[in-house]
Protein backbone atom coordinates (compact mmCIF):
# COMPACT_ATOMS: atom_id res chain seq x y z
CA UNK A 1 0.00 0.00 0.00
CA UNK A 2 0.92 3.12 -0.85
CA UNK A 3 0.50 6.28 1.53
CA UNK A 4 0.02 9.96 0.72
CA UNK A 5 2.79 11.10 -1.86
CA UNK A 6 2.68 14.44 -0.52
CA UNK A 7 5.64 15.62 1.16
CA UNK A 8 4.87 16.75 4.41
CA UNK A 9 6.36 19.66 5.58
CA UNK A 10 7.30 20.32 9.33
CA UNK A 11 8.12 22.47 12.50
CA UNK A 12 10.39 20.68 15.15
CA UNK A 13 7.85 20.81 18.13
CA UNK A 14 4.51 21.39 15.70
CA UNK A 15 2.27 19.23 17.89
CA UNK A 16 0.41 17.94 15.04
CA UNK A 17 3.54 16.09 13.55
CA UNK A 18 2.53 12.86 15.24
CA UNK A 19 -0.60 11.56 17.44
CA UNK A 20 -0.46 12.04 21.05
CA UNK A 21 1.83 9.95 22.90
CA UNK A 22 4.30 9.34 20.19
CA UNK A 23 5.95 12.73 20.52
CA UNK A 24 9.61 11.02 21.79
CA UNK A 25 10.07 10.15 17.35
CA UNK A 26 9.57 13.04 16.50
CA UNK A 27 13.36 13.73 15.55
CA UNK A 28 13.70 10.68 13.56
CA UNK A 29 10.53 11.99 11.15
CA UNK A 30 13.01 13.76 9.25
CA UNK A 31 15.18 10.49 8.19
CA UNK A 32 12.79 7.31 8.79
CA UNK A 33 9.37 9.15 8.60
CA UNK A 34 9.41 10.57 4.79
CA UNK A 35 9.87 7.18 3.25
CA UNK A 36 7.15 6.55 1.05
CA UNK A 37 8.33 3.04 -0.56
CA UNK A 38 10.09 -0.59 0.29
CA UNK A 39 13.06 0.82 -2.10
CA UNK A 40 13.45 3.72 -0.12
CA UNK A 41 13.40 2.18 3.13
CA UNK A 42 15.69 -0.81 2.12
CA UNK A 43 18.42 1.77 0.91
CA UNK A 44 17.82 3.93 3.88
CA UNK A 45 18.64 1.18 6.10
CA UNK A 46 21.99 0.29 4.53
CA UNK A 47 23.21 3.96 4.20
CA UNK A 48 22.88 4.26 8.13
CA UNK A 49 25.40 3.26 10.37
CA UNK A 50 24.85 0.80 12.75
CA UNK A 51 24.30 3.92 15.63
CA UNK A 52 21.82 5.54 13.37
CA UNK A 53 19.76 1.81 13.40
CA UNK A 54 20.29 1.29 16.68
CA UNK A 55 19.00 4.71 17.83
CA UNK A 56 15.56 4.55 16.00
CA UNK A 57 15.33 1.04 16.77
CA UNK A 58 15.51 1.66 20.51
CA UNK A 59 13.26 4.69 20.76
CA UNK A 60 10.64 2.88 18.21
CA UNK A 61 10.40 -0.79 19.40
CA UNK A 62 8.72 -0.18 22.69
CA UNK A 63 5.83 2.12 21.11
CA UNK A 64 5.17 -0.85 18.34
CA UNK A 65 1.79 -2.04 19.71
CA UNK A 66 0.81 1.48 21.11
CA UNK A 67 1.42 2.56 17.44
CA UNK A 68 -1.01 0.23 16.00
CA UNK A 69 -3.38 0.12 18.98
CA UNK A 70 -4.04 3.78 18.10
CA UNK A 71 -3.67 3.16 14.19
CA UNK A 72 -6.13 0.59 13.68
CA UNK A 73 -8.85 3.17 15.32
CA UNK A 74 -9.05 4.56 11.93
CA UNK A 75 -10.26 2.47 8.96
CA UNK A 76 -7.88 0.89 7.08
CA UNK A 77 -8.31 2.72 3.95
CA UNK A 78 -5.07 3.14 1.46
CA UNK A 79 -3.98 7.14 1.99
CA UNK A 80 -6.87 8.08 4.22
CA UNK A 81 -5.01 8.17 7.10
CA UNK A 82 -4.41 11.84 8.76
CA UNK A 83 -1.26 13.83 8.25
CA UNK A 84 -0.04 12.92 11.80
CA UNK A 85 -0.85 9.14 11.75
CA UNK A 86 0.46 8.39 7.92
CA UNK A 87 3.86 10.22 9.25
CA UNK A 88 3.57 7.70 12.28
CA UNK A 89 2.75 4.70 10.30
CA UNK A 90 5.76 5.24 7.86
CA UNK A 91 8.09 5.28 10.59
CA UNK A 92 6.47 1.99 11.86
CA UNK A 93 7.24 0.29 8.39
CA UNK A 94 10.86 1.83 8.44
CA UNK A 95 10.85 0.19 11.80
CA UNK A 96 10.21 -3.19 10.05
CA UNK A 97 13.24 -2.43 7.65
CA UNK A 98 15.67 -1.17 10.31
CA UNK A 99 14.98 -4.26 12.46
CA UNK A 100 16.15 -6.90 9.85
CA UNK A 101 20.06 -4.82 10.46
CA UNK A 102 19.29 -4.97 13.85
CA UNK A 103 17.66 -8.06 15.24
CA UNK A 104 18.92 -10.02 12.17
CA UNK A 105 22.11 -9.30 10.36
CA UNK A 106 24.17 -7.04 13.37
CA UNK A 107 24.83 -4.71 10.39
CA UNK A 108 23.06 -2.54 8.06
CA UNK A 109 23.07 -4.67 4.79
CA UNK A 110 22.64 -8.06 4.17
CA UNK A 111 25.92 -10.42 3.99
CA UNK A 112 28.05 -10.51 1.15
CA UNK A 113 26.04 -8.14 -0.59
CA UNK A 114 27.67 -4.95 -2.61
CA UNK A 115 26.57 -1.15 -1.08
CA UNK A 116 24.88 -0.23 -2.54
CA UNK A 117 22.39 -2.63 -3.58
CA UNK A 118 19.36 -2.24 -5.51
CA UNK A 119 16.38 -4.27 -4.09
CA UNK A 120 14.51 -6.65 -6.66
CA UNK A 121 11.56 -4.94 -8.42
CA UNK A 122 8.59 -5.77 -5.90
CA UNK A 123 4.92 -5.68 -6.81
CA UNK A 124 2.32 -5.60 -4.34
CA UNK A 125 -1.33 -7.67 -5.43
CA UNK B 1 24.56 -36.92 21.23
CA UNK B 2 27.61 -38.82 20.44
CA UNK B 3 29.06 -39.30 17.09
CA UNK B 4 27.39 -43.19 16.69
CA UNK B 5 24.05 -41.97 17.28
CA UNK B 6 24.18 -38.47 14.93
CA UNK B 7 25.28 -41.04 12.68
CA UNK B 8 22.25 -42.93 12.44
CA UNK B 9 19.92 -40.06 13.06
CA UNK B 10 21.58 -38.77 9.32
CA UNK B 11 21.40 -41.91 7.91
CA UNK B 12 17.69 -41.70 7.89
CA UNK B 13 17.90 -39.81 4.88
CA UNK B 14 18.66 -40.80 1.50
CA UNK B 15 21.59 -39.91 -0.67
CA UNK B 16 22.59 -39.35 -4.02
CA UNK B 17 24.20 -43.33 -4.23
CA UNK B 18 20.65 -44.51 -3.46
CA UNK B 19 19.67 -42.93 -7.11
CA UNK B 20 22.93 -44.09 -8.59
CA UNK B 21 23.64 -40.33 -8.94
CA UNK B 22 27.56 -41.17 -9.18
CA UNK B 23 28.62 -38.03 -10.72
CA UNK B 24 29.91 -35.93 -7.91
CA UNK B 25 30.62 -32.94 -9.40
CA UNK B 26 29.59 -30.41 -12.70
CA UNK B 27 32.48 -29.25 -15.04
CA UNK B 28 32.56 -25.47 -14.07
CA UNK B 29 32.47 -24.79 -18.04
CA UNK B 30 28.24 -25.35 -17.40
CA UNK B 31 28.59 -22.22 -16.05
CA UNK B 32 30.21 -20.27 -18.14
CA UNK B 33 30.82 -21.56 -21.85
CA UNK B 34 28.70 -19.72 -24.56
CA UNK B 35 28.35 -22.70 -26.49
CA UNK B 36 26.77 -24.78 -23.42
CA UNK B 37 24.32 -21.81 -22.88
CA UNK B 38 23.37 -22.02 -26.95
CA UNK B 39 22.69 -25.34 -26.39
CA UNK B 40 20.67 -25.10 -23.03
CA UNK B 41 18.22 -22.46 -25.54
CA UNK B 42 17.81 -24.57 -28.40
CA UNK B 43 17.69 -28.51 -26.32
CA UNK B 44 16.24 -27.65 -23.72
CA UNK B 45 14.39 -24.28 -23.21
CA UNK B 46 13.33 -24.39 -27.01
CA UNK B 47 11.87 -28.35 -26.07
CA UNK B 48 10.60 -27.67 -23.09
CA UNK B 49 6.85 -26.70 -21.90
CA UNK B 50 7.67 -23.04 -20.12
CA UNK B 51 5.16 -21.80 -17.61
CA UNK B 52 4.54 -18.53 -18.51
CA UNK B 53 1.51 -17.45 -16.40
CA UNK B 54 -1.72 -18.54 -14.67
CA UNK B 55 -5.08 -18.63 -15.82
CA UNK B 56 -6.40 -16.40 -12.68
CA UNK B 57 -5.05 -13.34 -14.70
CA UNK B 58 -7.03 -14.37 -17.80
CA UNK B 59 -9.89 -14.69 -16.43
CA UNK B 60 -12.26 -12.52 -18.68
CA UNK B 61 -12.24 -12.41 -22.50
CA UNK B 62 -9.95 -9.98 -24.47
CA UNK B 63 -7.07 -10.21 -21.28
CA UNK B 64 -3.90 -10.89 -21.86
CA UNK B 65 -0.17 -11.25 -20.64
CA UNK B 66 2.78 -10.35 -21.97
CA UNK B 67 6.33 -12.06 -20.68
CA UNK B 68 9.54 -11.71 -22.13
CA UNK B 69 11.09 -15.29 -22.38
CA UNK B 70 14.76 -14.69 -22.53
CA UNK B 71 16.08 -17.89 -23.42
CA UNK B 72 13.44 -18.20 -26.53
CA UNK B 73 14.87 -14.77 -27.26
CA UNK B 74 11.31 -13.64 -27.53
CA UNK B 75 8.85 -11.65 -26.38
CA UNK B 76 5.33 -13.86 -25.72
CA UNK B 77 1.53 -12.63 -25.48
CA UNK B 78 -1.10 -15.01 -24.32
CA UNK B 79 -4.60 -13.86 -25.27
CA UNK B 80 -8.16 -15.13 -23.69
CA UNK B 81 -9.80 -14.27 -27.10
CA UNK B 82 -13.40 -13.12 -28.01
CA UNK B 83 -14.05 -16.40 -28.23
CA UNK B 84 -13.12 -17.50 -24.84
CA UNK B 85 -9.80 -19.62 -26.18
CA UNK B 86 -6.46 -19.31 -24.65
CA UNK B 87 -3.83 -18.63 -27.55
CA UNK B 88 0.03 -18.32 -27.27
CA UNK B 89 1.23 -15.59 -30.00
CA UNK B 90 5.11 -13.88 -30.98
CA UNK B 91 4.67 -10.44 -30.03
CA UNK B 92 5.92 -9.62 -33.72
CA UNK B 93 4.45 -7.67 -35.99
CA UNK B 94 3.75 -9.28 -39.38
CA UNK B 95 5.03 -6.62 -40.80
CA UNK B 96 8.13 -5.83 -40.15
CA UNK B 97 8.56 -7.40 -37.04
CA UNK B 98 7.64 -3.99 -34.13
CA UNK B 99 6.33 -5.77 -30.83
CA UNK B 100 2.25 -5.42 -31.03
CA UNK B 101 1.96 -4.93 -27.48
CA UNK B 102 3.85 -2.86 -25.04
CA UNK B 103 4.20 -5.21 -21.72
CA UNK B 104 2.62 -6.60 -18.70
CA UNK B 105 -1.43 -7.40 -18.21
CA UNK B 106 -4.24 -5.85 -19.49
CA UNK B 107 -7.23 -5.98 -21.61
CA UNK B 108 -7.76 -4.55 -25.37
CA UNK B 109 -10.35 -6.08 -28.03
CA UNK B 110 -7.78 -5.50 -30.61
CA UNK B 111 -3.62 -4.95 -30.79
CA UNK B 112 -2.21 -2.40 -33.09
CA UNK B 113 1.65 -2.76 -34.39
CA UNK B 114 2.65 1.06 -33.30
CA UNK B 115 4.95 1.26 -36.20
CA UNK B 116 2.07 1.21 -39.37
CA UNK B 117 -0.82 1.03 -37.52
CA UNK B 118 -1.51 -3.33 -38.54
CA UNK B 119 -4.36 -4.55 -36.30
CA UNK B 120 -4.84 -8.18 -35.18
CA UNK B 121 -7.87 -9.08 -33.21
CA UNK B 122 -7.62 -11.27 -29.81
CA UNK B 123 -7.80 -14.35 -32.04
CA UNK B 124 -4.21 -13.28 -33.30
CA UNK B 125 -5.73 -12.88 -37.08
CA UNK B 126 -4.62 -9.94 -39.09
CA UNK B 127 -7.61 -7.06 -39.02
CA UNK B 128 -6.56 -4.19 -40.62
CA UNK B 129 -3.73 -3.19 -43.20
CA UNK B 130 -3.73 0.45 -43.37
CA UNK B 131 -3.37 1.71 -47.40
CA UNK B 132 -4.02 -2.72 -47.77
CA UNK B 133 -3.75 -1.71 -51.62
CA UNK B 134 -0.66 -1.60 -51.21
CA UNK B 135 0.25 -5.08 -50.22
CA UNK B 136 -1.18 -6.97 -53.83
CA UNK B 137 1.14 -9.93 -52.55
CA UNK B 138 -0.19 -9.97 -48.73
CA UNK B 139 -2.59 -12.53 -47.42
CA UNK B 140 -4.15 -11.66 -44.51
CA UNK B 141 -5.01 -15.02 -43.23
CA UNK B 142 -1.26 -16.55 -43.51
CA UNK B 143 -0.10 -13.33 -42.06
CA UNK B 144 -1.93 -13.07 -38.41
CA UNK B 145 0.62 -13.22 -35.35
CA UNK B 146 2.56 -16.36 -35.25
CA UNK B 147 1.49 -19.14 -32.44
CA UNK B 148 3.17 -21.29 -29.81
CA UNK B 149 1.86 -24.30 -28.65
CA UNK B 150 -0.38 -23.38 -25.04
CA UNK B 151 -1.87 -25.96 -22.36
CA UNK B 152 -2.91 -25.27 -18.63
CA UNK B 153 -2.64 -27.51 -15.64
CA UNK B 154 -3.46 -26.76 -11.99
CA UNK B 155 -4.48 -23.20 -13.33
CA UNK B 156 -0.76 -22.53 -14.83
CA UNK B 157 -0.14 -21.80 -18.41
CA UNK B 158 2.48 -23.28 -20.29
CA UNK B 159 3.47 -22.07 -23.51
CA UNK B 160 5.96 -24.19 -25.87
CA UNK B 161 8.24 -22.84 -28.73
CA UNK B 162 7.76 -25.43 -31.52
CA UNK B 163 3.68 -25.19 -32.84
CA UNK B 164 3.82 -29.62 -32.78
CA UNK B 165 5.87 -30.19 -29.82
CA UNK B 166 7.30 -33.73 -29.46
CA UNK B 167 5.24 -34.55 -26.57
CA UNK B 168 2.08 -32.97 -24.97
CA UNK B 169 1.98 -30.84 -21.61
CA UNK B 170 0.60 -33.87 -19.71
CA UNK B 171 3.29 -36.51 -21.27
CA UNK B 172 6.05 -34.14 -20.56
CA UNK B 173 4.54 -33.52 -16.45
CA UNK B 174 4.44 -37.10 -16.84
CA UNK B 175 4.12 -39.03 -12.90
CA UNK B 176 4.86 -35.33 -11.62
CA UNK B 177 1.35 -33.70 -13.40
CA UNK B 178 -0.71 -36.69 -11.91
CA UNK B 179 0.61 -36.38 -8.60
CA UNK B 180 -0.22 -32.80 -8.46
CA UNK B 181 -3.04 -32.41 -10.43
CA UNK B 182 -5.99 -30.44 -9.25
CA UNK B 183 -4.13 -29.02 -6.77
CA UNK B 184 -6.60 -26.14 -4.71
CA UNK B 185 -4.85 -22.92 -5.76
CA UNK B 186 -7.28 -20.87 -6.92
CA UNK B 187 -8.17 -18.84 -3.80
CA UNK B 188 -4.39 -17.98 -3.90
CA UNK B 189 -5.00 -14.57 -4.76
CA UNK B 190 -2.77 -12.07 -2.73
CA UNK B 191 0.99 -11.65 -2.76
CA UNK B 192 3.90 -10.34 -4.02
CA UNK B 193 6.40 -10.80 -6.66
CA UNK B 194 10.39 -10.05 -7.09
CA UNK B 195 12.25 -9.57 -10.11
CA UNK B 196 15.41 -9.45 -10.46
CA UNK B 197 18.08 -9.53 -13.62
CA UNK B 198 21.30 -11.26 -11.65
CA UNK B 199 25.22 -11.43 -13.21
CA UNK B 200 25.23 -15.25 -12.46
CA UNK B 201 24.40 -18.54 -14.39
CA UNK B 202 20.73 -19.36 -13.81
CA UNK B 203 21.84 -22.73 -12.33
CA UNK B 204 23.64 -21.11 -9.80
CA UNK B 205 20.43 -20.11 -8.23
CA UNK B 206 18.72 -23.51 -9.31
CA UNK B 207 21.37 -25.00 -7.05
CA UNK B 208 20.62 -23.07 -4.11
CA UNK B 209 16.82 -23.55 -4.30
CA UNK B 210 17.32 -27.16 -4.23
CA UNK B 211 19.61 -28.19 -1.63
CA UNK B 212 19.60 -27.79 1.76
CA UNK B 213 22.88 -27.94 2.94
CA UNK B 214 23.60 -24.02 2.80
CA UNK B 215 20.56 -23.29 4.52
CA UNK B 216 22.48 -23.71 8.12
CA UNK B 217 25.60 -21.61 7.35
CA UNK B 218 24.52 -18.93 3.89
CA UNK B 219 21.41 -18.04 6.13
CA UNK B 220 22.86 -18.47 9.81
CA UNK B 221 21.03 -15.37 10.54
CA UNK B 222 17.88 -16.17 9.29
CA UNK B 223 16.79 -19.37 8.03
CA UNK B 224 18.66 -21.47 9.94
CA UNK B 225 16.92 -21.66 13.81
CA UNK B 226 13.29 -21.80 11.36
CA UNK B 227 14.45 -24.93 9.71
CA UNK B 228 17.52 -26.78 10.85
CA UNK B 229 16.61 -29.24 13.96
CA UNK B 230 18.68 -31.54 16.22
CA UNK B 231 18.00 -34.46 14.03
CA UNK B 232 18.32 -32.83 10.92
CA UNK B 233 21.09 -29.86 11.37
CA UNK B 234 22.33 -29.88 8.29
CA UNK B 235 18.57 -29.72 6.33
CA UNK B 236 18.62 -32.74 4.27
CA UNK B 237 15.56 -32.86 2.70
CA UNK B 238 12.86 -35.43 2.99
CA UNK B 239 11.61 -38.60 0.10
CA UNK B 240 13.67 -36.98 -3.00
CA UNK B 241 11.49 -38.17 -5.54
CA UNK B 242 12.83 -38.38 -9.20
CA UNK B 243 10.30 -37.90 -12.05
CA UNK B 244 12.68 -37.36 -14.99
CA UNK B 245 13.20 -34.86 -15.97
CA UNK B 246 11.53 -33.19 -12.72
CA UNK B 247 12.05 -33.56 -9.27
CA UNK B 248 10.36 -33.04 -5.68
CA UNK B 249 11.45 -33.13 -2.06
CA UNK B 250 9.61 -32.86 1.17
CA UNK B 251 11.20 -30.30 3.26
CA UNK B 252 10.76 -29.65 6.95
CA UNK B 253 10.55 -26.71 9.96
CA UNK B 254 11.78 -26.40 13.26
CA UNK B 255 8.45 -26.05 14.62
CA UNK B 256 9.89 -25.82 17.95
CA UNK B 257 11.46 -22.21 16.62
CA UNK B 258 9.88 -18.73 18.07
CA UNK B 259 10.53 -15.10 17.03
CA UNK B 260 12.73 -14.08 20.54
CA UNK B 261 13.63 -10.24 19.16
CA UNK B 262 10.73 -7.41 20.12
CA UNK B 263 10.20 -6.49 16.45
CA UNK B 264 10.30 -10.04 14.60
CA UNK B 265 7.58 -11.15 17.58
CA UNK B 266 5.13 -8.32 16.98
CA UNK B 267 5.68 -9.50 12.73
CA UNK B 268 5.18 -12.56 12.95
CA UNK B 269 2.14 -12.98 16.19
CA UNK B 270 0.24 -11.10 13.65
CA UNK B 271 1.72 -12.24 9.93
CA UNK B 272 2.09 -15.93 10.72
CA UNK B 273 2.43 -18.95 12.17
CA UNK B 274 6.18 -19.50 11.60
CA UNK B 275 5.84 -22.46 9.53
CA UNK B 276 3.86 -20.50 6.88
CA UNK B 277 4.50 -18.13 3.71
CA UNK B 278 1.40 -16.48 3.93
CA UNK B 279 1.68 -12.41 3.88
CA UNK B 280 -0.71 -12.08 6.50
CA UNK B 281 -1.13 -15.22 8.47
CA UNK B 282 -4.41 -15.28 9.06
CA UNK B 283 -5.67 -18.36 7.37
CA UNK B 284 -6.24 -21.57 8.51
CA UNK B 285 -6.87 -22.65 5.10
CA UNK B 286 -4.59 -26.25 5.15
CA UNK B 287 -6.19 -27.17 2.17
CA UNK B 288 -3.05 -27.46 -0.17
CA UNK B 289 -1.15 -29.71 2.50
CA UNK B 290 -3.84 -32.02 2.54
CA UNK B 291 -3.55 -32.84 -1.33
CA UNK B 292 -2.67 -36.52 -1.25
CA UNK B 293 0.48 -35.74 -3.47
CA UNK B 294 1.82 -33.20 -0.92
CA UNK B 295 4.14 -34.72 1.47
CA UNK B 296 3.64 -38.51 0.78
CA UNK B 297 5.81 -39.58 3.13
CA UNK B 298 4.15 -37.94 6.01
CA UNK B 299 6.59 -35.64 7.38
CA UNK B 300 5.39 -34.09 10.82
CA UNK B 301 6.82 -30.94 10.73
CA UNK B 302 6.03 -30.73 7.56
CA UNK B 303 7.03 -26.79 5.88
CA UNK B 304 6.83 -27.73 2.02
CA UNK B 305 7.08 -29.72 -1.37
CA UNK B 306 9.88 -28.36 -3.19
CA UNK B 307 8.36 -28.91 -6.70
CA UNK B 308 11.25 -28.31 -9.56
CA UNK B 309 9.20 -28.30 -13.20
CA UNK B 310 11.96 -28.74 -15.78
CA UNK B 311 13.97 -27.08 -16.61
CA UNK B 312 13.36 -23.31 -15.06
CA UNK B 313 10.52 -23.54 -12.47
CA UNK B 314 10.04 -23.85 -9.14
CA UNK B 315 6.60 -24.39 -7.32
CA UNK B 316 6.90 -24.36 -3.39
CA UNK B 317 3.61 -25.86 -1.74
CA UNK B 318 3.36 -24.99 2.02
CA UNK B 319 0.49 -25.30 4.50
CA UNK B 320 -1.34 -22.26 3.69
CA UNK B 321 -0.36 -20.82 0.33
CA UNK B 322 2.88 -21.33 -2.48
CA UNK B 323 5.36 -19.55 -4.30
CA UNK B 324 6.67 -19.95 -7.35
CA UNK B 325 10.46 -19.13 -8.82
CA UNK B 326 11.68 -18.62 -12.02
CA UNK B 327 14.81 -18.78 -13.19
CA UNK B 328 15.34 -17.81 -16.78
CA UNK B 329 19.03 -18.10 -18.89
CA UNK B 330 19.89 -14.84 -20.44
CA UNK B 331 23.33 -15.19 -21.03
CA UNK B 332 26.33 -17.81 -19.66
CA UNK B 333 26.64 -15.49 -16.96
CA UNK B 334 23.06 -13.40 -16.68
CA UNK B 335 19.78 -14.68 -15.19
CA UNK B 336 16.35 -13.14 -14.76
CA UNK B 337 14.90 -14.47 -11.61
CA UNK B 338 11.26 -14.18 -10.81
CA UNK B 339 9.85 -15.20 -7.23
CA UNK B 340 5.61 -14.79 -6.45
CA UNK B 341 4.18 -15.84 -3.27
CA UNK B 342 0.32 -16.27 -2.87
CA UNK B 343 -1.73 -15.93 -0.06
CA UNK B 344 -5.33 -16.27 0.16
CA UNK B 345 -5.77 -13.65 2.73
CA UNK B 346 -4.63 -9.80 2.84
CA UNK B 347 -4.23 -7.12 5.19
CA UNK B 348 -7.12 -5.73 6.75
CA UNK B 349 -5.70 -3.50 9.37
CA UNK B 350 -2.96 -1.34 9.60
CA UNK B 351 -1.31 -4.17 12.08
CA UNK B 352 -1.50 -6.97 9.17
CA UNK B 353 -0.39 -4.04 6.79
CA UNK B 354 2.97 -3.42 8.89
CA UNK B 355 3.46 -7.42 9.24
CA UNK B 356 2.99 -7.97 5.32
CA UNK B 357 5.68 -5.07 4.92
CA UNK B 358 7.87 -6.83 7.57
CA UNK B 359 7.76 -10.66 5.69
CA UNK B 360 8.35 -9.11 2.43
CA UNK B 361 11.31 -7.44 3.67
CA UNK B 362 12.60 -10.12 5.55
CA UNK B 363 11.32 -12.39 2.04
CA UNK B 364 13.23 -10.37 0.01
CA UNK B 365 16.60 -10.33 2.29
CA UNK B 366 16.79 -14.44 1.63
CA UNK B 367 16.63 -14.04 -1.68
CA UNK B 368 19.04 -11.81 -1.48
CA UNK B 369 21.77 -13.91 0.30
CA UNK B 370 21.46 -16.32 -2.20
CA UNK B 371 21.82 -14.29 -5.31
CA UNK B 372 24.69 -12.77 -3.63
CA UNK B 373 26.36 -16.05 -3.37
CA UNK B 374 25.50 -17.02 -6.72
CA UNK B 375 27.32 -13.59 -8.24
CA UNK B 376 30.11 -14.29 -6.13
CA UNK B 377 30.47 -18.18 -7.69
CA UNK B 378 29.90 -16.61 -11.14
CA UNK B 379 32.97 -13.98 -10.68
CA UNK B 380 35.44 -16.68 -9.20
CA UNK B 381 35.17 -18.97 -12.14
CA UNK B 382 36.24 -15.88 -14.52
CA UNK B 383 39.84 -16.74 -13.57
CA UNK B 384 39.36 -20.29 -15.07
CA UNK B 385 41.08 -21.74 -12.14
CA UNK B 386 38.42 -23.51 -10.83
CA UNK B 387 37.15 -26.78 -13.18
CA UNK B 388 35.07 -28.49 -10.89
CA UNK B 389 32.12 -27.91 -8.76
CA UNK B 390 31.50 -30.40 -6.22
CA UNK B 391 27.90 -31.93 -5.33
CA UNK B 392 27.74 -34.06 -2.13
CA UNK B 393 25.82 -37.07 -1.68
CA UNK B 394 23.39 -34.85 0.24
CA UNK B 395 22.84 -32.76 -2.43
CA UNK B 396 21.18 -35.27 -5.09
CA UNK B 397 18.85 -32.74 -6.49
CA UNK B 398 21.94 -30.88 -8.12
CA UNK B 399 23.23 -34.27 -9.71
CA UNK B 400 20.31 -35.12 -11.22
CA UNK B 401 19.42 -31.67 -12.40
CA UNK B 402 23.04 -31.36 -13.97
CA UNK B 403 22.48 -35.42 -15.23
CA UNK B 404 18.90 -34.14 -16.99
CA UNK B 405 20.28 -31.11 -18.66
CA UNK B 406 23.51 -33.20 -19.53
CA UNK B 407 21.34 -35.35 -21.30
CA UNK B 408 19.27 -32.99 -23.45
CA UNK B 409 22.25 -31.22 -24.52
CA UNK B 410 24.58 -34.27 -25.42
CA UNK B 411 22.10 -36.09 -27.47
CA UNK B 412 24.27 -39.31 -28.23
Not at chain 2, 29 to 46: P, R
Not at chain 2, 287 to 300: D, L, M, Q, R, Y
Amino acid sequence: MTINMKKNFFEPGDESLLPAGFQSLESFIEKWGELYTADARYIMRQSSTMEELQLFYTAATPLLEQAFEHLDTFEFVENELPLAQARLLRLMYSLAEVSQAIEIFGQPTVPHTPFPHKAPAMEIF
Amino acid sequence: MNKQSSQEKIKRFPKARDFNLAKGYVEAENYTSAEIFEAECEEVFKKSWLLLGELKDLSEKNSYIQKQLPPLRASVIVIRGDDDEIRAFYNHCSHRAVPVVDGGKGKASSFRCPYHGWVYNTRGELRGVPCEDDFPHLNKPEHGLAQLALDTWNGFIFVHAETEPAETLAEFLGELGAAYDDLPLEKYLHGFSLKQTLDCNWKFMVNAFTEGYHLPFLHNKTLKTQTATTDNPHVHYHDPRFMPPHFVSTLERNYAWAPSDPVQSFALSVASPAHSHSTTGKSESREIATHPGVNPSKVENFMMDQVMIFPNTQLQLMLNGYLIHQFWPVAPDKMVMETTIYSDTKPTSYREEFAAVYMRASGRDVVVEDSSMSILQQNSLKSGVVKKLYIGENEQNLRFFAQQLSKKINKS
